[in-house]
């Protein structure tokens, strides 16, 4: 079994910048693909980024040119930095795991998922 903890939300403007974090607990990191998701009531859900457990990345038209992926294996984690922050990325983001280790875009892949945290961007 999987754990997996998200940190790092908040309250920002728009244009600034935020990491959250993944920390992955209960079975070996270095198996794992994790990928980033996020959701607003009354839209699907949406494929952020993904890294594979290489480390091979794999971007959302949402995230490309502004997000990057990373991930520590020594800390366990995976993070997601977000730059130039819009209104329309606020949202639940949330982290999830895939034990073929892939960095997949569609969400059920995945077979753990963290509770999510949240971003408000505002104007």
């Known amino acids: 079994q999987v754990q997996l903890v998200e940190s790092g939300g908040g309250l920002v403007q728009a244009g600034e910048s935020l990491q959250l974090s993944c920390a992955a607990s209960g079975r070996s990191f270095r198996d794992l693909g994790i990928g980033w998701f996020r959701q607003t009531p009354g839209r699907e859900r949406e494929f952020v980024a993904a890294i594979s457990r290489e480390g091979s990345r794999n971007y959302g038209s949402l995230a490309r040119g502004r997000f990057a992926i990373a991930r520590d294996h020594s800390k366990k984690t995976v993070s997601l930095q977000m730059n130039t922050l819009r209104t329309e990325d606020t949202a639940v983001y949330c982290c999830?795991?895939?034990?073929?280790?892939?960095?997949?875009?569609?969400?059920?892949?995945?077979?753990?998922w963290g509770q999510g945290t949240q971003v408000t961007v505002s104007s």
């Open positions: 999830a795991g895939d034990s073929d280790g892939s960095y997949a875009r569609l969400a059920n892949r995945y077979q753990f």
